[in-house]
């Protein structure tokens, strides 16, 4: 007797680890070829759970004409599907026995009737949004014939799954009395994907930010202009991803009426993108004032909500929170950084907008993002600086939002004057920007944003230092080679290449320098040796990162507490980012993780030294050996 081979399939599936037929069941190939063999349990309206195939087939039979259907929810209670005109309806007992009825107008979709199945498809797609799957493809076939089971199957998985039951679920959220991240923030790769931007996978970061992803976007903008409007305004993280050059086609009425739900206060991305298509229409008076308008705000230092809390204040602690949730998703971590950023900005600007209406108080919602940090995310934030070498591009602070929104009003006004516009205000920015130098921030307007951690100061053009502070910086390592010159070159690092003359100094500077009265001191996190980590990783210096690891092993039998012991891997991982093959960042790695574990005393510090990188390996490839021979060391020694 041959054996079914789904049944051969469901017994293989079966001895698999949970994760990996969770991901073997998701796979559209295997499912179109052996069907679902996991059930799917529907929650409905947050009291009824039913098998999904036996509700689908039951509602089938009803709409057919073969009358009042009857099964069993996952408890064994009786149900009645019946209709109510069109609609298709659950009975159920609630409370003392008392019949209740719930209506499930989407099942409408398994009707033979050719009006009311395309109909109930067209809105279920519509009230998906445009941040959802395509479903072109569905909607030809239903104007031809029944959907199958598994194209239902779809279309419920994106009721129950997709970016509009995401956006329900954060609102419903807020009204609880207490909110968990995984109530508000998703911990779906899919969701990011279809709302932000396909994955990116190993594409470079310049030509998915230039063609790939404002295709994406022109595509949500003409599914649904409002909706679509919404999305790529949180997501106008760079200049050239303002929606204004995409929309030309729509008239200044429709235009007008679409920004009138579009709320700017608390998120200054979505002001520049309102400001964008304000200036680029001002021969309209309607926008010549909004621009006026939104200049004046944007110049301000604070961006308030209606609570009174400021914006600048809000949008990055839900950014980083995102972020975290990102990195510890299944794969997450090894995504491309400026993927993740954009999908954290994006993400914190809904969740900005969703809480426009409730009065927040600051200092609770900060303690509360620090409680649900997570480690593993910032080493992974670390190991990014390898393939992204800005490290102030994956910054998450009010005041590195507040210069990168002042440096992208810079880029817009020179944008507009050159196509020969006029922007309102103008004064404005120039006294933004001389505050920010005021305020020992100078240039903070030109450092690197959310998305340009790959753009390099060597790969720019007049980014080099003048030979006046060449000079200056050659005397300052010269002199006082522990001094403050090496933060001032960490910062300056974002912005301009350093030079060679500078690179070679700097290495020689390090070998005499007292980087360990630190830790001798009492201060148990090294900060000059980080900002040299930083110098030497915006450069691409191995020559320096070896300094760096050279100092970090020296110092290491002094490290003695477990702040201390944490700072010397964290250095160890940041002077790594300067080496940007793969293969030889994995090499010089593993070899100064192992003697930094052969270095570090017993005790406390080799024991979180090795609680941590345990915590790096969990963002690192499966494949990766690179803790393996630390770990060892350090399990030993604990």
């Known amino acids: 007797m041959k054996i079914p081979s789904i049944l051969i399939a469901r017994h293989l599936c079966e001895l698999l680890p949970s994760q990996i037929q969770t991901r073997i069941f998701g796979d559209h190939a295997f499912v179109s070829q052996y069907g679902r063999l996991s059930r799917t349990v529907l929650t409905i309206d947050g009291r009824v759970s039913i098998d999904q195939h036996e509700l689908v087939a039951a509602a089938r039979r009803l709409l057919a004409g073969q009358g009042d259907q009857k099964l069993k929810d996952t408890s064994g209670n009786q149900l009645t599907v019946t209709l109510d005109r069109s609609t298709v309806v659950l009975k159920v007992l609630g409370e003392k026995d008392q019949e209740q009825q719930i209506a499930l107008p989407d099942l409408a979709v398994l009707s033979p009737s050719f009006d009311q ?30 959907l199958t089971d598994e194209e239902i199957a779809d279309l419920l998985e994106e009721r129950s799954t997709g970016f509009a039951s995401h956006m329900v679920r954060i609102e419903m959220a807020h009204r609880g009395h207490q909110v968990e991240v995984d109530d508000i923030v998703p911990d779906s790769l899919r969701y990011y994907e279809l709302y932000c931007g396909p994955d990116p996978r190993s594409l ?32 106008a993280l760079r200049d050239d991803l303002m929606p204004a050059a995409w929309t030309t086609h729509v008239s200044d009425d429709d235009m007008w009426q679409a920004l009138q739900s579009i709320d700017t206060c608390a998120n200054p991305f979505a002001a520049l993108g309102v400001l964008d298509i304000a200036i680029t229409r001002q021969h309209d008076s309607r926008y010549e004032s909004l621009a006026s308008e939104i200049i004046v705000q944007l110049g301000r230092d604070t961006l308030l909500r209606p609570d009174g809390v400021d914006g600048y204040e809000i949008l990055p602690l839900f950014a980083q929170l995102t972020l975290d949730r990102i990195n510890i998703l299944e794969g997450g ?34 303690e509360w993002v620090n409680n649900n940090r997570n480690m593993a995310s910032t080493y992974a934030q670390m190991l990014d600086l390898r393939r992204e070498p800005m490290y102030r591009a994956g910054g998450f602070s009010p005041s590195y939002l507040r210069e990168e929104v002042i440096g992208r009003l810079v880029v817009l006004r020179a944008r507009h004057e050159t196509a020969g516009r006029l922007v309102p205000n103008s004064d404005v920015i120039d006294a933004a920007m001389a505050k920010l130098a005021e305020e020992g921030s100078p240039l903070g307007w030109a450092m690197p944003g ?32 522990s001094g403050s010159i090496w933060s001032r070159l960490a910062y300056f690092s974002q912005c301009f290449d350093l030079g060679g003359k500078v690179l070679e100094q700097a290495c020689q500077a390090c070998v005499p320098a007292n980087f360990d009265h630190e830790l001798m001191k009492g201060r148990e996190h090294p900060d000059r040796l980080f900002d040299v980590c930083l110098i030497a990783v915006s450069h691409r210096s191995k020559k320096l990162a070896n300094s760096i690891a050279t100092i970090a092993v020296r110092i290491a039998p002094s490290a003695v507490t477990e702040e201390a012991a944490m700072a010397l891997l964290q250095i160890i991982l940041l002077a790594s980012g300067a080496f940007e093959n793969e293969r030889e960042w994995a090499a010089w790695t593993s070899d100064h993780l192992d003697r930094l574990g052969n270095t570090l005393p017993c005790g406390e510090a080799i024991k979180i030294f090795h609680e941590h990188l345990v915590a790096v390996r969990k963002v690192l490839p499966i494949s990766d050996l690179v803790t393996s021979r630390a770990e060892a060391v350090a399990a030993a020694a604990s």
């Not at 279920?124 to 076939?141: E, H, Q, R, V």
């Not at 998915?208 to 994406?216: I, Q």
């Not at 426009?356 to 919602?365: E, T």
């Open 117 to 146: 199945r395309v109909q109930a498809l067209k809105r279920m797609i519509d009230s998906f949004g445009p941040a959802a799957p395509d479903f072109s493809a569905l909607t030809t076939a239903a104007g031809n014939r029944e």
């Open 450 to 481: 959310p998305l340009d951690g790959h753009m390099r100061p060597s790969e720019r053009s007049n980014r080099s230092l003048s030979n006046a502070d060449t000079e200056h910086v050659l005397r300052q390592l010269y002199e006082d080679p």
């Open 333 to 366: 971590a090894l995504r491309q950084p400026f993927w993740k950023r954009l999908c954290a900005w994006m993400h914190s600007g809904l969740l900005v907008r969703s809480t426009l209406n409730i009065s927040i108080k600051l200092a609770p919602l900060c």
């Open 204 to 235: 470079h970061p310049e030509k998915y930010l230039s063609e790939v992803l404002p295709s994406y976007r022109q595509r949500l903008l003409q599914r649904n202009l409002l909706k679509g409007l919404e999305i790529c305004l949180l997501g």
